[in-house]
C-alpha cells in the first residue's frame, strides 16, 4: 500500500508542475487506461481476502478520487489557460472606426414644415396644396386685389407670359382660392409651400415658403384667429408663455387685418423668443374679406372666418438660430450637414416637436 | 412718411409725450418703422484706433494702417500722415463718406498696390480748423471707449418713419395722422384757421379739360400768384424738408412739397409766363415728348394724361412736371395746379414710364378730391408770406362732381367679426372722430364716408375702422375650436413625407434649390418637354422653370465637388415643371451620389459608386414606402440624360406603362458638359405622381399568416445564356415553374470570358425549394429541378452549365 501512496504523490507532484494537456491525458491513461497502474491494483483485488479487500478498495478509491479530481482540476486548469492565451491573441483594436456611418439629413424647411403641420394637426386642421404656377386671377384678383391696385407692387412678381397673366405664386393665399373653389364651407386648412418674388438680397430670397391658414365657418371671429396662433406659437417655439401682439395692418384679402409681433429678446447672443421687450414681426393675418369670400361663392353674410399667411423659412431661422435666409437654398454640403434634421426626427405630438 | 413731432404738433393738442405717440401710432395701424435723427452726410464718420502703422512697402512717405473701427475685424488704411501711429485715437471715414472739405465721396481705392478702405482724416478735411499737416490726434482719455461711435454728434429733430400700408393715403399727410390719433384718444385735431387770403383779379389763363374717351384728370383748380420773388426758403421750411429726408430747392417749389406732406396734397407750380397761352389737360398722342424735372425726356404713348399748353406738353399730369415751365430763382408769376387725377390713369402711365415721384404715390392711392381749395389756399398763403406777390381769384374745372359714399352700418356686424362689443356711443364717438357724418336710423347708423378715404366703401371697412382705433388688446382670446373636418394628410402627402425620410435615411443630405434653373443645364434633362421661360428672372442664369429636379441638384453637386468634398449624396424632392399652366407639374424626388464606397477605409476596400447603389437605394425606399417589391420591373428604357447602358426604369407591376423610378449612371456627355470631376456619379429619381394610390390601409393587405416548418431545400444551377437575356428574365423562368415551390431565386454569379463563348454570358442562380404540405424526397427534387433545366433551356435558349 505504502507504494501505492508513494507513486500517488509522485504522480501529483508530476501532474503540479504539468502544463501540457498530451501529457496530462497521458498521465491519465497510464493510471486509468485498461492497464493502467490504478486499474490492476483494483484488478489485485480479486486475489486478496474480503476483509483486507474491504480496507485495500477504501483506501484505493480514495487515492483514485484523489488523482482523478487532480486529473480533471488540471485539465480544466489548461484549458483555461490555452483558452485564454488565444483569445488574448485574437484581440483586436476596438478603437478602430466602424464601416462608414452614412448620415442623411432633412432640410430645415421640410422639418419646419412638418412641425407646423403637426401643430395645426392637432387642433383639426388639414393640409392642401396648390400649383407652384398661378393664374392672375387666383393670386391677386380672387384675392381682392385688382389690377392697378398699389398693392401689387408690394409683390415683385415673376412672369411667365407677356400678358402677365400667368406667374408664380406670390403667396399660398392662392390655395384659399382653390380649395373653397372646390368645396364646401366649413374650410379648415393650411397650405404650406413655395412662394416666389423677384426680390434678392441678404433678407429676401427669389424663392421662400410660406404657410397659409384658413378657417371659415359659422362663428369664427378675431377672437378665435388669436387664440389659434397664440396656440400655435407657443407650441412651435416649444415655450410656456409667449408674448404676442396684434397690430392693425392692411391686406387687400383680409379685413379687419393684422400683423402679429411676438417678443424677444437676446441673452448671450442668442434670440430668446417669448420674453423681453422687442417685438419681432413674423406673420399676417385677418378675417377673410367678404369680396373674397363671394369671388369664391361662399355667402358672406352666412359664412365668415380667418386667414393667415406664415413666412416658413423665418420662423426655421428664429427657432434654430439661422442667421442667413439665403444660405437655406445654396445646396453647402456643410451647411446641410450642420442645420439639418436626423431622418427618424418625425416631428409629432406624443413624441413631441424636436428632441 | 417721415415728419417731426413738432410738425404733427402743428395739427393736434396732445399731452402725450414722443414714445406714447409712438406706441399708438403702431396699434392703430400706422406702423412706425423708425424714430430717429434724419441721416446726416457726417453720420458715416467715426471714431477708429490705429492698432498698426507700418510701412507702405512701395512708398516710403505712406503707412499702412490697421485700423480698429469697433467691429470685428479691423480695416486696412493707407494713410499718408506722418502722425499715424500705433495707438493713436482719430477719425475715420468708410468708403462712401463724402469729405466736407472737398465734397469728393469715397470708394475703396489702390493706393501704390495697396488696399485702402476708407480714410483717416485732418481737421481741416473736416472743416474744423485749417490743420491739414496730419490726423486728428483725439484726447485718450475722452474717446478710448467710443471707438467705432459716431464722431459728429447729430443734433437735428428726430424724425418719425411711417410705413403706411396702400389703403391709408389720407395718412400720407401730416393732418391724416394727427386726425388718427386724435380718434385714438391722443389728443384734438387743431381746427383750420379760416383764411383771410385776399385775392386780386382772375387766373386769366384758360384752363380747359378736354373731353376726352379716357380722360385722367377729373378736376384741376388753379390761382395765378404774380409779382413773387423766389428765394431760398427761410430756416423752418428748408429744417421741414430736410426733415423728410429731401434738399430744400426754392422757397416755391419747398412750399408745394411742404403742402403735400403736411395735407396729402399735391400741387404744381408753373412759371406762368413760360405757359403758351392755355392750359389744355388731354390724353397723350404717340410719340409726343417732354423733358421732366427730373432731367429725362420721355417718349409718350397714346391716353397718357398730360398739361400742355399751346406749344405742346408741359408735365404728366400728377406725376412730373416739365423743365419748360418750371419755377426758378427768376421767376415773377407762377400758376399754381391743384388738380385731381384718376388712380388707375396715374398707375397705369407711370408703370409705362417707369417714373416714382411723392406726387404719384399719393395719386396712385387716391387723393381727397375735395382738397383742391385748401390746397391753393394754404401754399398760396405762403408763397405771399415767404415771396410775397398778388394772388388772383381760384379757378376750379370739373368734369365729374365727387359724389358721397354712404354706408349703412349694423353695429351687431362688429360683435360678429371682432368677438367683442363697443357701445354705439363709443362707436360713434370714434367714427366722428375720424370724419364720418353719423345718422341713426333705428338700429342702423347710416355713415357718410369722409372724402379723404377712398379705402372706405363697405361694412367690413367700417369693422375695421373701429376695432383698429379702439385697440386690438380688446379682442378676446379664444381657445382653439379642435373639431377635425378630414384627415391631415392625404395619401400622395403622406407619400411625400415618407419617402423624403426614407430618403434621408440612406445617407442622403436632403436640399432645397430654386424652382428656376439656367436654361442651359435645363435644356440637357428636359427631354421632349417645353421649355417655360421667366419673363422677368432674377438673373440670366435662373431664367426657365426646372423641368427636372436635376439641373439645380448637378450644379450645386459641383460646386460641393469644387470645395473639395469627394463623396456625396444629396437629394431634393419637390416640383418639376412640364408645361407653363398651373398644375402642369409633377413632384419628384432627384437624388445623386458621387465618388466612392468606403473611402480610407482600414478593413474594406474601396469603390466607386455604381448603378447597383442606386438601384438599392431607390428600390429600397419604394419598398419601405409600401412597394410590393415581387411585383417590381425593371427595364433598361431611361430619359437621354441617363447612360444608356448603365441605367434602368421602374415600374410598380408588369401592367404599368409609366416608369416610378429610373437609376443608374449619368450620360457621360453631360458630365463632360456640365465639367463635373469625380470618380464616379449616379443619380436615380422616383415620380411620387406615377405611384399609385392604394386605397387600402395596412389593416387591409396584411394577408393571412403563413409559413412552413418542412425541411427547405437550397440547389445551385449555372446556366450559360445570351448576353442580352436579362437575369429578370431568368429568374421569372424559374420562378413560374412552381410558385408554390420555389420561394427565392437568387443571382450569385455573373460571368463572361474565358471558357464562355462569344455573345454568351454563365449566371448561377441559387434556388431555395420548399413544400408547406410535406418533406421533399429526392426524386421531388430531383424532378424540380430537371423541369428548372428544361423550362430555362426551353424558354431561353440557354444551357445548363456541366
Known sequence: MSDIIKLKDDYIDKLNTENNIDKVNKIKAELFGKNGIISNEFKKLVSISVEERKKLASDLNNIKDELQNKISIKIQEIETKEINLKLEKEKIDVTLPERDIEIGKIHPVSQVIDEISSIFSEIGFSVEEGPDVENEYNNFTALNTPDNHPARDMHDTFYLDNNKELLLRTHTSPVQVRTMLKGKPPFKIIAPGRTYRSDSDQTHAPMFHQVEGLHIDKNINMGHLKGCLNYFIKEFFEVDKIKMRFRPSHFPFTEPSAEVDIGYEIKNGKIVIGEGNKWLEILGCGMVHPNVLKNVKVNPSKYQGYAFGIGIDRLGMLKYGINDLRAFFETDYRWLSHFGFDPLDVPSNYRGLSR | MKFTVDWLKNHLDTKFNNNQIIDKLTNIGLEVESFESSASELDTFIVAKIINAKTHPNADRLKLCDVDIGSDKTIEVVCGAPNAKNGLLTVYAPPGSIIPKNQIKLSVSKIRGATSYGMLCSEAELLLSNESDGIIELKNNKYANKIGEKYFKNNSEKVIDLSITPNRPDCLGVRGIARDLSAAGAGKLKINKKSNLKYRGNQNINVTIKKEKIQGCTIFGSCLIKGVINKESPKWLKDKIKSLGQKPISAIVDITNYVMFDLNRPLHAYDADKIDNEIIVRSSSTGESFEALDNKKYILENDMCVISDRSGVLGLGGIIGGTRSGTEYLTKNILLESAYFLPRSIRKTSKQLNIDTDAKFRFERGVDPLSI????????????????????????????????????????????????????????????????????????????????????????????????????????????????????????????????????????????????????????????????????????????LRNSIFPNLLFYLKKNLDRGFKDISLFEIGPAFKGKNPGDQLTAIGAVRAGKVSRLSWN???????????????????????????????????????????????????????????????????????????????????????????????????????????????????????????????????????????????????????????????????????????????????????????????????????
Not at chain 2, 430654386?514 to 431664367?543: G, H
Open chain 2, 604 to 802: 474594406d476596400k474601396e469603390r466607386i459608386v455604381d448603378t447597383f447603389d442606386a438601384k438599392k437605394d431607390v428600390i429600397q425606399s419604394l419598398c419601405e414606402a409600401g412597394i410590393n417589391k415581387d411585383e417590381i420591373i425593371i427595364d433598361d428604357k431611361t430619359p437621354s440624360y441617363y447612360h444608356p447602358g448603365k441605367s434602368g426604369g421602374v415600374y410598380q407591376n408588369k401592367n404599368e406603362k409609366k416608369a416610378l423610378a429610373y437609376f443608374g449612371e449619368i450620360h457621360p456627355n453631360i458630365i463632360k458638359k456640365l465639367d463635373i470631376k469625380t470618380e464616379g456619379l449616379v443619380i436615380f429619381e422616383i415620380c411620387l405622381d406615377n405611384i399609385k394610390v392604394s386605397k387600402q390601409k395596412i389593416k387591409d393587405f396584411k394577408s393571412e399568416y403563413k409559413y412552413s416548418d418542412f425541411q427547405k431545400s437550397e440547389r445551385d444551377f449555372a446556366f450559360i445564356i445570351n448576353k442580352n437575356l436579362k437575369s429578370q428574365e431568368l429568374v421569372n423562368i424559374i420562378k413560374s415553374v412552381n410558385k408554390k415551390l420555389i420561394k427565392s431565386v437568387k443571382v450569385f454569379d455573373v460571368f463572361e470570358g474565358e471558357n464562355i463563348p462569344e455573345g454568351k454570358k454563365s449566371i448561377a442562380v441559387n434556388v431555395t425549394i420548399q413544400s408547406e404540405e410535406k418533406t421533399l424526397n429526392e426524386n421531388d427534387l430531383d424532378n424540380i429541378n430537371k423541369l428548372i433545366i428544361s423550362s430555362v433551356e426551353s424558354e431561353s435558349g440557354a444551357k445548363i452549365r456541366s
Open chain 2, 373 to 544: 381749395e385748401e390746397g391753393l389756399i394754404k401754399a398760396s398763403e405762403l408763397i405771399k408770406q415767404i415771396c410775397g406777390g398778388e394772388i388772383s381769384n381760384l379757378d376750379v374745372k370739373k368734369i365729374e362732381n365727387y359724389k358721397k359714399i354712404i354706408i349703412n352700418f349694423d353695429p351687431l356686424l362688429f360683435e360678429k367679426t371682432t368677438g367683442f362689443k363697443v357701445e354705439n356711443k363709443e362707436l360713434i364717438k370714434i367714427l366722428e372722430k375720424l370724419g364720418f357724418n353719423v345718422f341713426k336710423n333705428k338700429k342702423i347708423l347710416k355713415l357718410v364716408v369722409p372724402s379723404w378715404r377712398p379705402d372706405i366703401t363697405q361694412s367690413i371697412d367700417i369693422v375695421e375702422e373701429i376695432v383698429r382705433i379702439k385697440g386690438y388688446e380688446h379682442i378676446n382670446t379664444s381657445e382653439p375650436i379642435k373639431t377635425r373636418l378630414k384627415p391631415t394628410l392625404n395619401y400622395y402627402q403622406k407619400l411625400f413625407h415618407f419617402l423624403q425620410r426614407s430618403v434621408a435615411s440612406k445617407g442622403y443630405l436632403e436640399t432645397v434649390t430654386w424652382s428656376f434653373t439656367d436654361s442651359k443645364i435645363n435644356q440637357l434633362f428636359k427631354e421632349n418637354d417645353e421649355e417655360i421661360p421667366i419673363v422677368n428672372p432674377i438673373s440670366s442664369d435662373l431664367n426657365v
